[in-house]
Nanobody, 122 residues
Framework: QVQLVESGGGLVQAGGSLRLSCAASGSFLRINSMAWYRQAPGKQRELVADITSGGSTNYAEAVKGRFTISRDNAKNMVYLQMNSLKPEDTAVYYC????????????????WGPGTQVTVSS
């Protein structure tokens, strides 16, 4: 079991910054992969960035150079620093965890937080 809770969303002007946080809790020993997804109105949910427990990262082309994903393994936290925000970044942002180790097994199940709204005004 993994429970994820996002925070840090809000309303910001274009060019501004926000930092999203995600706290993971549950009966797990390790989470190999954590990620941020987003879903804008009328669009499918898309991967924004992901990060492994070893610190390897990947970014969607649309956010590369503007967003930075990071994690604190000791605190089971993952963050998304969003700079130079654009109106097209407006979406509900979701925290994701997968490849979870429970001590006796690994699970590839995807866990999701409830999401946090990010709105960027022009």
């Amino acid at each position: 079991q993994v429970q994820l809770v996002e925070s840090g969303g809000g309303l910001v002007q274009a060019g501004g910054s926000l930092r999203l946080s995600c706290a993971a809790s549950g009966s797990f020993l390790r989470i190999n992969s954590m990620a941020w997804y987003r879903q804008a109105p009328g669009k499918q949910r898309e991967l924004v960035a992901d990060i492994t427990s070893g610190g390897s990262t990947n970014y969607a082309e649309a956010v590369k150079g503007r967003f930075t994903i990071s994690r604190d393994n000791a605190k089971n936290m993952v963050y998304l620093q969003m700079n130079s925000l654009k109106p097209e970044d407006t979406a509900v942002y979701y925290c994701n965890a997968k490849d979870v180790f429970y001590g006796s097994r690994w699970s590839s199940h995807n866990y999701w937080g409830p999401g946090t709204q990010v709105t960027v005004s022009s």
